[in-house]
């Protein structure tokens, strides 16, 4: 390995043989600045040699994902401990990008946690640990320390603060009684010098010496930060008042700078902390919802074991009133639940055998019996909650500006009071220019603006959570305000999904028979139409015929083989592409299919044998939601693969603007990129498998909850309600927080940017600056704390 090159060793995923192996290499090869690529099938592993300044770690992961195969990365979440501001959090970020193999890093100043993503193959947490230290500051693994932990410690934290603040207010009370005698003119109250000095000592190098650590930690690290700034503002104050007093000068002293701006910024990050400390209410409310217990049914006997305890496929009793421990199926009685704190919805669902219940959601009447299906963090509170943990630990594009700024805003400010020091030393005097000078330090605050965006993001993901809205990352919270069109499923999105048999006509008039048969060849289905006719059969009692061979063609319907006969069940194209003579029954059809009707015609080569009419029903409110999406100027689009007829007479009922029929699956992404090369911004809403690569090609992509596990993974929002109203609501959502990053914002840069000047030219008393500099971040975070009133707004609410 040459000098200047890296070596790193990446997992691969999905490879299979030997030509698998060749193709990693060959294309690994192929980027500018990759000097060797060796690719192990039996490890599972690629050896990269490439130059950093030709290539980087990202586009080697680009080249294997282009290539069709995957890298195995990991993610872990660190508890930061020691940063103060945005600076700091810039610093610990900085520090861990430079770890060989760190993918992406983000460091959240309002959490004080750390996501970082890295290539386990060359990474150890340990090194994540190693590189935060090595910054100044601290870090453990969050996934070793539990919340309980997490919350005593933090109460320390805040213990320890308000002690410190009280050491220090007990001090500033003769101080700021000193200080209101010079303003006063009378000078009622003046202590001794040497008085002075001993207790300016007691709180500068006591409850003051944090920010002179942090200011030593940050510039030995080659940075700055807020500690920076409080450190040279109050030993400025100190060391020149000490001189004066040594040289035995009594007027002029400027103690009371020292000891009430340290008190005063305490208590701004007393108050601070109080407040953070609420923004993350929503995942202690998430946390405090779990069952604590379960009662086992063992050998016809019940046993209370605590829920850690709970097994798959353990039969569990529920009686009225509690809590539904574990995700499950109920295998024995009726019920209703109250899901609110799953879906936001206040009305209780009836449940019986074989319906599924989620841990966490209230039993109201009845007791039942459930079998245990999905425990520990795999069931759906522990998904909601990391969920919406990873969103609050995530960065909103808008972010990027705070950083960019924070980033070079302490040398800025430290060179703003040289020149104020300079310029009023040699026009005014030197006191005046130590006390402006001074004031500048201590008015400026970087801390606002960290806390600006990601105090906003973790109340408004935690309401969203609330309100049965998840959502994945900032990013896509912060993209659904831009949306400007939105592209509905039809199937269980703008429907309900589960369609009903409206008409049943036979050629030959067996209606049954032609029941039996269709029904039969449905078995192999999973589409709710086909379903939709499975469930007739079952109401009529017809028996059905063995299934021997079964194929779905999608866009066009199936082909199944029954009674050793081959059987086409399907629409227009495909009774025309196998040559069946329906058109004498063409008129009926088409009027089914102008009522919303989803016709299916059966026949076998040359022979037709009728058709079954399906009919999907609106959801209730539907309709509704589409009018609000477009009272809100978004564009409603519907997608389906029903036949245009069908489709109109669907969209027509909603009210959509425009209708997407007789799409087949693999082309609902093309259609979705279609509206984005338009310029528009496209939020694609669906519930299937069939719709995860759409819901993965729009710019946010929406999953009904009540949909399939894949269209959720492939959506960075879930709605857990099936309900299009939602939708409406998660862009309020979004729009409410941005407007609330965008105050926060306004104020702390209208607050920076109006009193730098103003401690510039003298006119603000250190005392003053310092109470001023304490506020601002609370104000910040206060500001964020209104986004917790946020409401969803329905017309017809």
């Given at each position: 390995m040459t000098e200047g090159t890296k070596r790193i060793t990446l997992n691969i995923t999905g490879m299979t043989c030997a030509t698998c192996a060749t193709r990693v290499e060959k294309n690994l090869g192929k980027i500018e600045g990759v000097s060797l690529s060796n690719v192990n099938l039996a490890s599972e592993k690629a050896t990269v040699v490439y130059d950093p300044a030709k290539t980087n770690l990202e586009a080697l992961i680009q080249q294997v994902q282009k290539t069709g195969y995957g890298v195995l990365e990991e993610k872990v979440d660190l508890i930061i401990t020691g940063m103060t501001c945005a600076a700091c959090a810039n610093r610990v970020e900085k520090a861990l990008k430079k770890v060989d193999g760190v993918l992406r890093a983000n460091v959240n100043l309002a959490s004080e946690k750390a996501?970082?993503?890295?290539?386990?193959?060359?990474?150890?947490?340990?090194?994540?640990?190693?590189?935060?230290?090595?910054?100044?500051?601290?870090?453990k693994p969050a996934a070793d320390v539990s919340p309980r932990t997490e919350e005593e410690e933090r109460e320390k934290r805040y213990r320890r603060e308000f002690n410190a603040f009280l050491f220090g207010a007990i001090i500033s009370i003769p101080f700021l009684l000193q200080m209101i005698s010079d303003f006063s003119g009378y000078s009622f109250f003046m202590m001794p010098g040497p008085l002075q000095w001993v207790l300016a000592t007691l709180v500068q190098f006591t409850i003051g010496w944090r920010f002179i650590r942090?200011?030593?930690?940050?510039?030995?690290?080659?940075?700055?930060?807020?500690?920076?700034?409080?450190?040279?503002?109050?030993?400025?104050?100190?060391?020149?008042?000490?001189?004066?007093?040594?040289?035995?000068?009594?007027?002029?002293?400027?103690?009371?700078?020292?000891v009430v701006v340290i008190t005063l910024i305490i208590l701004g990050k007393l108050l601070e902390a109080k407040a953070k400390g609420r923004t993350s209410n929503a995942i202690k409310k998430l946390m405090g919802l779990k069952a604590k217990t379960a009662h086992l049914v063992r050998n016809g006997e019940t046993v209370e074991i605590p829920i850690e305890e709970v097994k798959v496929g353990d039969l569990l009793l529920v009686k009225a009133g509690e809590k539904v421990p574990v995700d499950g199926e109920i295998v024995e009685g009726r019920t209703s639940i109250d899901e609110s704190m799953l879906t936001g919805e206040s009305l209780p669902?009836?449940?019986?055998?074989?319906?599924?219940?989620?841990?966490?959601?209230?039993?109201?009447?009845?007791?039942?019996?459930?079998?245990?299906?999905?425990?520990?963090?795999?069931?759906?509170?522990?998904?909601?909650?990391?969920?919406?943990?990873?969103?609050?630990?995530?960065?909103?594009?808008?972010?990027?500006?705070?950083?960019?700024?924070?980033?070079?805003?302490?040398?800025?400010?430290?060179?703003?009071?040289?020149?104020?020091?300079?310029?009023?030393?040699?026009?005014?005097?030197?006191?005046?220019?130590?006390?402006?000078a001074v004031a500048v330090l201590v008015i400026a605050?970087?801390?606002?603006?960290?806390?600006?965006?990601?105090?906003?993001?973790?109340?408004?993901?935690?309401?969203?959570?609330?309100?049965?809205?998840?959502?994945?990352?900032?990013?896509?919270?912060?993209?659904?305000?831009?949306?400007?069109?939105?592209?509905?499923?039809?199937?269980?999105?703008?429907?309900?999904?589960?369609?009903?048999?409206?008409?049943?006509?036979?050629?030959d008039g067996e209606e049954e028979e032609l029941l039996r048969r269709v029904a039969s060849a449905e078995q192999g289905s999973e589409h709710p139409l086909g379903e939709a006719?499975?469930?007739?059969?079952?109401?009529?009692?017809?028996?059905?015929?063995?299934?021997?061979?079964?194929?779905?063609?999608?866009?066009?319907?199936?082909?199944?083989?029954?009674?050793?006969e081959e059987l086409f069940v399907g629409n227009k194209k495909l009774m025309d592409r196998e040559e069946i003579p329906y058109r004498p029954h063409l008129s009926r059809i088409e009027e089914l299919e102008g009522k919303g009707n989803t016709v299916m015609m059966a026949g076998k080569k040359g022979i037709f044998l009728g058709y079954v009419a399906v009919a999907d029903t609106v959801k209730e409110t539907s309709a509704q939601a589409i009018q609000e999406l477009k009272k809100m100027g978004i564009q409603v689009i519907?997608?389906?693969?029903?036949?245009?007829?069908?489709?109109?007479?669907?969209?027509?009922?909603?009210?959509?603007?425009?209708?997407?029929?007789?799409?087949?699956?693999?082309?609902?992404?093309?259609?979705?990129?279609?509206?984005?090369?338009?310029?528009?911004?496209?939020?694609?809403?669906?519930?299937?498998?069939?719709?995860?690569?759409?819901?993965?090609?729009?710019?946010?992509?929406?999953?009904?909850g009540t949909g399939t596990d894949v269209a959720m993974e492939a959506a960075p929002i879930t709605l857990m309600r099936g309900d299009l109203l939602s939708i409406v609501?998660?862009?309020?959502?979004?729009?409410?927080?941005?407007?609330?990053?965008?105050?926060?914002?306004?104020?702390?840069?209208?607050?920076?940017?109006?009193?730098?000047?103003?401690?510039?030219?003298?006119?603000?008393?250190?005392?003053?600056?310092?109470?001023?500099?304490?506020?601002?971040?609370?104000?910040?975070?206060?500001?964020?704390?209104?986004?917790?009133?946020?409401?969803?707004?329905?017309?017809?609410?």
């Open positions: 996501s970082v993503t890295f290539i386990p193959a060359q990474t150890q947490i340990s090194q994540l640990v190693a590189a935060v230290e090595k910054a100044g500051y601290g870090a942090g200011a030593y930690n940050a510039l030995r690290g080659g940075s700055a930060n807020m500690d920076v700034l409080v450190a040279l503002g109050t030993l400025a104050a100190y060391l020149y008042s000490t001189v004066l007093l040594f040289l035995n000068i009594r007027h002029g002293l400027y103690f009371e700078a020292s669902v009836e449940k019986g055998v074989g319906d599924p219940v989620t841990g966490a959601t209230l039993n109201k009447h009845g007791s039942f019996t459930m079998k245990a299906t999905r425990v520990g963090s795999e069931t759906a509170l522990a998904q909601i909650i990391r969920m919406v943990e990873e969103a609050q630990g995530s960065k909103a594009p808008i972010q990027s500006l705070a950083d960019a700024i924070s980033g070079v805003f302490v040398p800025i400010v430290i060179g703003i009071a040289l020149v104020t020091f300079l310029l009023t030393y040699f026009f005014v005097d030197f006191n005046a220019a130590l006390i402006s605050c970087p801390c606002a603006l960290g806390l600006a965006t990601p105090t906003a993001i973790m109340v408004g993901t935690g309401k969203g959570a609330e309100h049965g809205i998840l959502i994945r990352s900032a990013e896509h919270l912060q993209l659904l305000k831009e949306v400007n069109a939105v592209v509905l499923d039809k199937t269980g999105t703008i429907t309900k999904g589960k369609p009903e048999v409206t008409e049943l006509f036979a050629a006719i499975l469930e007739r059969a079952r109401e009529k009692n017809i028996s059905l015929y063995q299934l021997t061979n079964f194929e779905a063609i999608p866009g066009y319907g199936i082909r199944a083989t029954i009674n050793d519907m997608i389906t693969g029903d036949n245009a007829r069908t489709a109109k007479a669907i969209g027509d009922e909603v009210g959509v603007d425009r209708i997407l029929a007789e799409v087949l699956p693999e082309h609902k992404a093309l259609e979705v990129e279609k509206l984005k090369k338009e310029g528009k911004r496209v939020a694609m809403v669906g519930d299937g498998i069939n719709d995860a690569p759409a819901l993965a090609a729009a710019d946010v992509g929406i999953a009904i609501e998660s862009i309020q959502l979004s729009r409410a927080t941005m407007r609330k990053i965008y105050q926060n914002f306004f104020w702390a840069f209208g607050y920076n940017v109006v009193l730098i000047p103003v401690a510039a030219f003298g006119l603000l008393n250190p005392v003053l600056a310092g109470a001023a500099m304490a506020m601002s971040s609370v104000s910040v975070v206060t500001n964020t704390l209104f986004l917790n009133r946020w409401k969803p707004r329905h017309q017809g609410a």
